[in-house]
Structures are given as structure tokens and as C-alpha cells.
Nanobody
Framework: QVQLVESGGGLVQAGGSLRLSCAISGSTFRVSTMSWHRQAPGKQRELVAFMDNDGSTNYADSVKGRFTISRDNAKNTLYLQMNSLKPEDTAVYYC?????????WGQGTQVTVSS
């Protein structure tokens, strides 16, 4: 069983920065991918950033050049550094791990960007 707990969300002005953390616990021996997703009110959940097991990354076009996904294996933590935030980045952000064939999600953390 894997548990994910996000933190780091909050209220920030446009142009500001936040760093989200996803603390990972449990059996992660067979982790294949790690990712961040977000869901704005009235919209579908969307992929924001993705990291494969070999460390390769990919980003949604809307966040390229502004967001960075990273991980600290020693701390069992996944991060999302968000810079130059825009009001349209406002959403609940979720981390996700795929372990074997099972998807695990965190509970989400709210990010609100004011104009």
C-alpha cells in the first residue's frame, strides 16, 4: 500500500511562486511514473507534469518553462516548483504514482492565484 500526502498549497499573487510537496510512504519498489495533476472548478482533471522512472520529464504546454517536477529519493518526496503563477493556475493539485499496475492519488492541495 502507498500513501501520498500533498502540502505547500496556498494563496499567492500572480507572478509569485509556490513549491508543492508530495510525501510518499509505503511500498514504492515498483514505481513506474510520478506525476502532478490539477483540477479547476467545473473542469476535468488534467496532467500538469510527469516524471518517468528514468527521470525523464514532460509538461503540459500551459506550464512549460514555469513549472518543474523533481524528486528527492532520500526524502521520499515528489515536488512541483511553480513560478510565474497565473490566475488560470488556480486549482486543486494532486500527485499521483503508478506502482505496478495500480494508481495512487493524494488528497490534493489548493492553489489559488489572485490577479
Amino acid at each position: 500500500q502507498v500513501q501520498l500526502v500533498e502540502s505547500g498549497g496556498g494563496l499567492v499573487q500572480a507572478g509569485g511562486s509556490l513549491r508543492l510537496s508530495c510525501a510518499i510512504s509505503g511500498s514504492t519498489f515498483r514505481v513506474s511514473t510520478m506525476s502532478w495533476h490539477r483540477q479547476a472548478p467545473g473542469k476535468q482533471r488534467e496532467l500538469v507534469a510527469f516524471m518517468d522512472n528514468d527521470g525523464s520529464t514532460n509538461y503540459a504546454d500551459s506550464v512549460k518553462g514555469r513549472f518543474t517536477i523533481s524528486r528527492d529519493n532520500a526524502k521520499n518526496t515528489l515536488y512541483l516548483q511553480m513560478n510565474s503563477l497565473k490566475p488560470e493556475d488556480t486549482a486543486v493539485y494532486y500527485c499521483k504514482l503508478i506502482v505496478g499496475l495500480v494508481d495512487y492519488w493524494g488528497q490534493g492541495t489548493q492553489v489559488t492565484v489572485s490577479s
